[in-house]
Nanobody, 127 residues
Framework: QVQLVESGGGLVQAGGSLRLSCTTSGRASGTYTMAWFRQAPGKEREFVAV????????YYTNFVQGRFTISRDNARNTVYLQMNSLKSEDTAVYYC????????????????????WGQGTQVTVSS
């Protein structure tokens, strides 16, 4: 079992930056593939970015490529999502997810594949 707690959300103007954090407890985070998803009001939850267990490999959805960076620090049991050049359409609740059975990260991740979720953190981008 692992517990996930997100932080770092807030209100930012378009063009600004935020860094989200996801801290895990329980089993060592280095044994899980970690991902970020988001859900805007009235929309389905969608994949944002994923990072491998080692932190060496990453994969992003097209609409954040070049603007967002996912990383992890296994010594701190924390995964980060650095978000730059934010747009109003990035407004959503951002969720951290973990799973010990996912090995192929070089594709868009499906939320149904992830067993463990945080409670989410709100990101609001004003235009």
């Amino acid at each position: 079992q692992v517990q996930l707690v997100e932080s770092g959300g807030g209100l930012v103007q378009a063009g600004g930056s935020l860094r989200l954090s996801c801290t895990t407890s329980g089993r060592a985070s280095g044994t899980y593939t970690m991902a970020w998803f988001r859900q805007a009001p009235g929309k389905e939850r969608e994949f944002v970015a994923v990072v491998s267990r080692s932190g060496i490999s990453t994969y992003y959805t097209n609409f954040v490529q070049g603007r967002f960076t996912i990383s992890r620090d296994n010594a701190r049991n924390t995964v980060y999502l650095q978000m730059n050049s934010l747009k109003s359409e990035d407004t959503a609740v951002y969720y951290c997810a973990a799973d010990p059975q996912i090995y192929n990260i070089y594709r868009p991740q499906r939320s149904s594949e992830y067993d463990y979720w945080g409670q989410g953190t709100q990101v609001t981008v004003s235009s």
